[in-house]
């Protein structure tokens, strides 16, 4: 429990402490089903479900800002002795790491931002995000969407999710879509991406704070969060950070080259002394 909210954490292995944060519209299942595997022979890795999602308590009726869950989750990490952990997140994950990194920069060792939303973009909010985020009319259609929502519709998202890679075998039926689907997790998702460019606005200008060792990982094929306009930004402006860029990946990295995500994690925590 952080401030009377439930986290939910999963935790394996030994060794220095890592956590892992998932994305939007994710669960500690994303972290779950490949990465941890590479990990947990020598690291204690903490997996947390984001406030609001998966298992974790909602926080706020405006669905808990970049700084809030960093806040939260680093209490969280804290109660269970994990003080500095190396911290790694995925795409709007790694944005929730890069603002524990700018505002809590005691609360870590090193970071690990992958596929990580990190820079502003002039794309507008996507159709459903905006009317799931609605004051009035999400309460409305959320419902309705839950009810009618098909296979098919949750194939093609996850197969736009995964490209230019297949999605993994066995990975729709472990993440669970239903986890993401339940009213309540649309409606906190919803709003937390609503919020998300602003909120970036309001980060960017503190990267140049960040000060532990940074490895950054993104793939090349990456048309969700692309390459260039965030990882290719955001290695110019923390100091010493590291860029790997993989060629041919798309916005999965932790599932289609986890060993690349493990490799710069051994990385950071070789740089932070942690190995």
């Not at 439930?6 to 669960?27: E, F, M, T, W």
């Not at 990990?39 to 974790?56: A, M, N, Q």
């Not at 075998?169 to 919020?195: D, V, Y």
């Amino acid at each position: 429990m952080v401030n009377g909210h439930r986290i939910h954490v999963i935790v394996r292995g030994q060794g220095p402490d890592l956590v892992l944060i998932h994305g939007a519209s994710g669960s500690t299942r994303d972290m779950t089903f490949e990465l941890v595997k590479h990990l947990e022979g020598r690291y204690r890795v903490l997996i947390f479900d984001r406030p609001g999602l998966g298992y974790s308590d909602r926080v706020s009726s405006s669905g808990a800002t970049l700084v809030q869950q960093a806040e939260i989750l680093s209490e969280a990490a804290a109660q269970l002795e994990a003080h500095q952990p190396i911290v790694m997140g995925q795409s709007y994950g790694g944005g929730v790491a890069l603002a524990w990194a700018a505002h809590f920069p005691d609360r870590l060792a090193a970071l690990v931002p992958v596929a990580a939303v990190s820079s502003i973009w002039a794309s507008p909010l996507d159709r459903l995000y905006r009317i799931m985020s609605h004051r009035w009319l999400g309460p409305i259609a959320i419902p309705l969407l839950t009810a009618f929502v098909s296979d098919s519709y949750v194939n093609k998202v996850m197969a736009s999710i995964f490209a230019p890679q297949n999605e993994p075998k066995g990975f729709g039926a472990f993440f669970g879509p239903g986890l993401t689907l339940r009213r309540k997790t649309l409606r906190s998702n919803a709003l937390q991406r609503a919020s998300l460019l602003n909120e970036i606005h309001t980060l960017f200008p503190l990267y140049g704070k960040i000060c532990v060792p940074t490895e950054i990982v993104h793939g090349g094929e990456d048309t969700t969060v692309p390459a260039w306009n965030h990882a290719e930004r955001l290695v110019t402006r923390i100091s010493g950070a590291n860029l790997t860029l993989l060629p041919g990946i798309g916005h999965m990295p932790q599932h289609v080259a986890a060993c690349d995500v493990s490799a710069a994690i051994d990385r950071a925590a070789i740089r932070a002394g942690l190995h």
